[in-house]
């Protein structure tokens, strides 16, 4: 981790824009152990006011939750101080686009490079100029529906998190998330940002240009620095580190440009705030709408309950439309209700396109709206949670994943190139539960947060012996054999031969576990199904077959065949593995192990730890070895779902610090109101604490080392530590299975294409 | 080598018409609510000496491509609808015939209406059954039109067998193999798969004094090049 940006980063927002990053590059070096880094820490925190941190709060809006103390010492520093100056400006709401440059009517990001387009905003009576790329979009009266959509009106009304953030934090990360680039005088109003994909160029610039009266044209739109109303205990110190001429110069160079630019703005202004339509815009960010809007909204689905507050409060949508803008999927509410929701969301991706960019993410005052566009499938997530995009990003992800699992990604586009308006309902049509059911998931499962699989905590023997035995139940294309208990991972044989160089991705595995969750037919009888493994290969079909082993299906087993006749062969594999698994014994031993919660964290020995979550990087052959965490049990103070809840948001929170782009943190001490939590990644692991809230900083350490140790005499049983293999070594006792298995491959390979990207 | 089951039966029709509900009913004799069918779900039935294999195959467009893979080789098809879904009748001839391509040439069909516990009127079933249906249900829900009379499942039988070139006179006559089902009540359930079981494994017995020796592979090969080559011509 680097040194300046472990405390840079609290200044400056680490969700803020994401592709904000690489500025702080001068001043990182290496850090050696995660005690150092608190020290440094610490340390580091109060030297912050220097002249780089100064520079870059216009970009960032600061997002240091308060909260999180570090050690008490400055963490939040300087960056907060451009908020603080600007309270006048209560709530503004940013929509960032990425391009190379971007550039709005009211919003202009200080592109330099490109940057052209100054006058425009102020030809255009509407201020309706987003510009993104090189081409600017004016939105005059015919396009002012698709601008309109970019303005998200949201009353400020900042709502309180569950998990247990205040309002004014909330505020905070709001803040910060804006770019600096638009001014606006207009409380009500909100800003919108382009930033444009590829715009190292941009970040850089803006970093090297912290105050706007310095690098901006005088044509350019000025920039405003985010506004933060909630002032820290820091402000003190923002100010002492922010030369007071500085910051006035700050907010004369917004009120100068807001004075150049006022007609523009105040019309525009003026008419949004009184034109219904905007508040008509079903977009995102309306759970504040006025009433009148919400009349509108009404009138526009007068039927549909997705007019209801209800399915607004949700916490988070999730939609998938395609290209053409017909609605795929929607996590609340008729998606026929929503087509011209999605009609509109279709309109700002191609708004933006046009212009060769490609929209990113919106940010309002309380809500994300974050576009994935993968292929002809457009995925966004409406949010009010406290996630970074990254992470919101990754669960689109995992949804796109889930509908090529289903259809595979080849087929997906043959339909969309023969017809560009298919329904694509159709095909998933009945697949509806499985998309909502991986949505739960996602909600509380850190598996996906991690990226890793969790492994059923076993005697080592016992998990050995069955993967020997599924490593003998095998047949001609067998190429995966999973078993899985409780949806943890037991074991898991692999094809040597077929997949020398792949290895079973955990989103592949989250996504297959999840469909089997989702269907109750699966508890009856024997199924075999097509199933694209996306991460492996997002064109082709697996078979699976997947069967229970015992009558409380618990236990599950999972072959995957690249074969689809094969069903017969498949499934006397299974009758083999069974018979093999009772005759030991050890399945007996496996469904007696079920009747217990894999383990509690009084286990671990050690005190005051609530906790925790374990990823390791470097378990042997890791190379083409599923990433694998463990976390015992949630119970104690985490009994309660709401808790549960709690404590994953805070996981969250602390990873998207961890992996944020722009500024990832390698340590972090946060104390938060029930806990103090620790989360420390190295190159060996990746781990996140829960401890009791009067654990001090050096105390956590200490109890994290003694967790590690603890961690690591466990290993075996916590882990497949050496995965199993089919064996292709020639061999005398295995040539048999070793001429079988490169009849195998060239089955594979050959027959049944499945290489050839069936 | 495995022992392959010695008769195919599958289960086809548009989704939400109760395939699974009633393959459950029969197999388990409960109703319980299920999701959409992945794929397909193979079920072993011991009926006498023989081996039934029962698919239970997705309704969902999404498995579309696979139900001819279901099929191939099958002795016999079972078609479910809803009666009280017109469209779902609709949908066997329009999507669900031209899977049954691959199925044993001499595969027998039967027709199956389902969720007769949900409609107003009690459905009319053949009379050598002489049972009242909807008792079991009467009054828990509304109910709704019945939309699908066994006519209409006559006709359709007619045209399966017209399409497939079965004679109608060797084919088992229509009265018998078109049923009305309640997956729910269990009404009829067991009757269904009984009937269809009785009326494949004789043919099963026909057919092993013949040249083929089972019913799968050799079958489903000639069913195959058949189809083909019928296609390339």
């Not at chain 1, 255009?124 to 005059?140: A, H, I, K, S």
């Not at chain 1, 509806?432 to 850190?446: F, T």
Request: charged fraction near 25%; hydrophobic fraction near 35%.
């Amino acid at each position: 981790m680097r040194k300046g940006e472990t405390t840079e980063d609290k200044g400056i927002g680490w969700d803020a824009d994401m592709e904000v990053g690489s500025s702080d590059l001068q001043n990182q070096e290496e850090m050696g152990s995660s005690e150092e880094q608190l020290k440094t820490l610490s340390v580091e925190g109060g030297a912050h006011g220097n002249l780089t941190t100064v520079e870059e709060k216009p970009h960032k809006s600061c997002s240091y939750e308060p909260q999180e103390t570090n050690a008490g010492e400055t963490l939040m520093s300087s960056s907060q101080a451009p908020q603080e100056m600007k309270t006048e400006q209560p709530s503004v709401h940013t929509v960032t686009f990425e391009g190379g440059f971007c550039r709005g009517s009211q919003i202009l990001s200080p592109v330099p490079q490109k940057y052209k387009l100054e006058a425009k905003a102020e030809n255009d009576p509407q201020n309706n100029v987003l510009v993104v790329g090189d081409g600017e979009w004016t939105n005059g009266p015919g396009e002012a529906e698709s601008e309109e959509t970019l303005i998200i009106q949201n009353s400020a009304a900042v709502m309180e998190k569950s998990g247990g953030t205040t309002a004014s934090q909330n505020d905070l990360l709001e803040d910060m998330k804006r770019v600096p680039v638009s001014f606006n005088n207009e409380p009500e109003e909100e800003e919108v940002n382009l930033i444009t994909q590829n715009c190292r160029y941009e970040e850089t610039q803006v970093i090297s240009a912290p105050c706007p009266q310095i690098n901006i044209p005088e044509e350019a739109e000025v920039t405003r620095v985010p506004v933060s109303r909630s002032s820290g205990p820091k402000v003190s110190d923002m100010e002492g580190i922010l030369p007071q001429d500085l910051a006035e110069n700050l907010n004369e160079t917004r009120d100068n440009s807001s004075d150049r630019d006022l007609s523009d703005s105040a019309s525009t202004d003026n008419t949004l705030e009184d034109s219904s339509e905007f508040t008509q815009r079903p977009l995102m960010g309306r759970d504040s709408l006025s009433p009148e809007s919400s009349l509108v909204t009404a009138s526009a689905h007068r039927d549909d309950d997705v007019t209801a507050e209800e399915w607004r409060a949700h916490h988070k949508h999730i939609f998938v439309l395609s290209e053409a803008g017909k609605p795929i999927y929607s996590r609340y509410g008729n998606e026929e209700a929503l087509s011209s929701t999605m009609g509109v969301m279709m309109a700002l991706v191609s708004f933006v396109q046009t212009g060769n960019n490609c929209i990113r993410s919106i940010y309002s005052d309380d809500r994300k709206v974050v576009f994935v566009q993968q292929g002809p499938l457009v995925l966004v997530s409406v949010s009010r949670t406290l996630q970074s995009e990254q992470q919101l990003r990754r669960e689109l992800m995992y949804v796109y994943y889930q509908i090529i699992s289903m259809l595979t990604q080849a087929s997906i586009s043959r339909i969309f190139e023969r017809k560009k308006n298919y329904d694509l309902r159709r095909l998933l049509a009945g697949s509806e539960k499985i998309l909502d059911s991986l949505l739960d998931l996602l909600e509380r499962d850190p598996g996906f947060l991690l990226g890793a699989v969790q492994c059923l905590s076993l005697p080592a023997s016992l998990r050995d012996s069955l993967s020997t035995i599924l490593q003998k139940a095998i047949t001609t294309n067998l190429v995966f054999s999973i078993l899985v208990a409780r949806s943890q991972l037991v074991t898991i044989v692999q094809e040597k031969a077929v997949i020398e160089d792949c290895r079973l991705d955990p989103a592949d595995l989250h996504l297959l576990l999840n469909l089997i969750g989702a269907s109750s037919a699966f508890q009856a009888g024997e199924i075999w199904t097509p199933i694209c493994l996306p991460r492996f290969n997002p064109d082709g079909y697996f078979y699976a077959y997947i069967s229970y082993l015992d009558p409380e299906c618990t236990v599950c087993l999972i072959l995957l065949s690249t074969d689809k006749e094969s069903f017969y062969a498949v499934s006397d594999c299974k009758k083999r593995a069974e018979e093999s698994m009772r005759t030991q014994g050890s399945l007996q031993v496996l469904t007696d192990g079920l009747q217990r919660d894999s383990y509690s964290v009084a286990m671990v020995g050690v005190p005051d730890l609530w906790h925790f979550m374990y990823k390791p990087m470097d378990i042997p052959d890791n190379y083409r070895q599923l990433t694998q965490f463990t976390s015992p049990e949630t119970e104690g103070p985490y009994a309660r779902e709401e808790e549960r809840q709690r404590l994953f948001d805070l996981y969250r929170y602390l990873h998207s610090r961890l992996h944020s782009t722009s500024r990832p943190l390698r340590l972090i001490y946060h104390m938060a109101e029930k806990e103090t939590l620790l989360a420390w990644v190295t190159s060996k692991f990746e781990l996140y604490t829960s401890f009791s809230p009067l654990v001090t900083k050096a105390g956590a350490i200490s109890l994290v080392t003694k967790l590690l140790h603890w961690l690591k005499k466990e290993e075996d049983r916590l882990f497949i530590r050496y995965p199993p293999k089919y064996s292709n070594t020639p061999g005398p006792s295995k040539s048999s299975k070793a001429s079988r298995t490169s009849d195998r491959t060239d089955t594979a390979r050959g027959e049944n294409g499945f290489f050839l990207g069936l | 080598m495995l022992k392959k089951p010695d008769v195919k039966v599958v289960l086809l029709g548009d989704m939400n018409v109760g395939k699974t509900s009633l393959l459950h009913r029969y197999v388990e004799k409960k109703f319980h609510e299920t999701v959409s069918t992945v794929g397909g779900a193979f079920y072993l039935k011991q009926w006498g000496p023989h081996s039934i294999s029962i698919w239970d195959t997705a309704g969902r467009e999404q498995f579309h491509g696979l139900g001819s893979m279901y099929c191939r080789g099958a002795a016999a098809v079972i078609f479910v609808y809803d009666v009280s879904n017109f469209q779902s009748l609709v949908e066997l001839e329009d999507r669900f015939l031209a899977l049954t391509d691959t199925a044993s040439t001499d595969c027998i069909f039967a027709i199956v209406g389902n969720k007769v516990d949900l409609t107003d009127e009690c459905a009319s079933v053949n009379e050598t059954e002489g049972e009242k249906p909807c008792h079991a249900t009467t009054g828990s829900t509304a109910k709704v039109r019945k939309q699908v009379h066994v006519e209409d499942a006559v006709s359709l039988y007619k045209r399966v067998l017209k399409y497939k070139m079965l004679d109608e006179k060797e084919a088992p006559p229509a009265e018998k193999m078109c049923f009305e089902t309640s997956a729910k009540s269990g009404f009829s359930v067991d009757f269904l798969f009984e009937s269809v079981f009785d009326t494949v494994v004789p043919l099963l017995k026909k057919k092993a004094n013949g040249p083929s020796e089972t019913v799968d592979l050799t079958d489903s090969n000639k069913a195959m090049k058949g189809t083909r080559s019928g296609c390339c011509k």
